[in-house]
């Protein structure tokens, strides 16, 4: 009489997931390891767990439908036409795409309409800061910089300090 509770299949299945999953979570943190932020490394993290999360959700709806006879054999139409055609779906994706590229043009001449005029960016954070109103200034050599708060301008003359 067997008394074990797992097969050898469940074994070598097991064995086999923690070799995958050792070596993916190996190179992961080889190359997420520069990354500057935690932030960016859990993101990147959470992303993950949300595709397998997906995609084993997909996969476990499949196999519920096939077994309860919800796929039915054959198909009642055409899915998808065999040809190309001008279609409501058409006309919005162009009308979208003149309207990105609308934006777009906006954003790269908004200096010529005046937009961005009394803005500096703060070269730490790379916030902008209103020039008539910042959170700290440093005027070096005839060169005004804005910054958002006096700890990214000690920060930036830190960082001038040690290029120097």
């Not at 476990?60 to 036409?81: D, H, M, N, Q, S």
């Amino acid at each position: 009489m067997n008394t074990s509770k797992y097969t050898w299949q469940v074994g070598i299945a097991l064995v086999i997931a923690n070799m995958i999953g050792t070596g993916v979570f190996t190179s992961l943190g080889y190359q997420v390891g520069p990354l500057p932020s935690g932030f960016v490394i859990l993101t990147l993290w959470l992303l993950g767990v949300f595709w397998v999360v997906m995609s084993a959700a997909g996969l476990l709806i499949e196999l519920i439908a096939k077994v309860t006879g919800f796929i039915p054999a054959t198909r009642r139409g055409v899915i998808a036409p065999e040809h190309l055609s001008w279609n409501y779906t058409t006309i919005l994706n162009i009308i979208f795409l003149v309207v990105l590229a609308g934006i777009y043009w906006l954003h790269r001449s908004k200096e010529r309409f005046g937009g961005g005029v009394q803005v500096a960016r703060d070269p730490i954070c790379g916030m902008q800061v209103d020039m008539a109103n910042p959170g700290a200034v440093l005027q070096e050599d005839g060169h005004t910089t804005y910054f958002c708060s006096g700890h990214c301008r000690d920060r930036f003359t830190a960082q001038a300090a040690m290029r120097s």
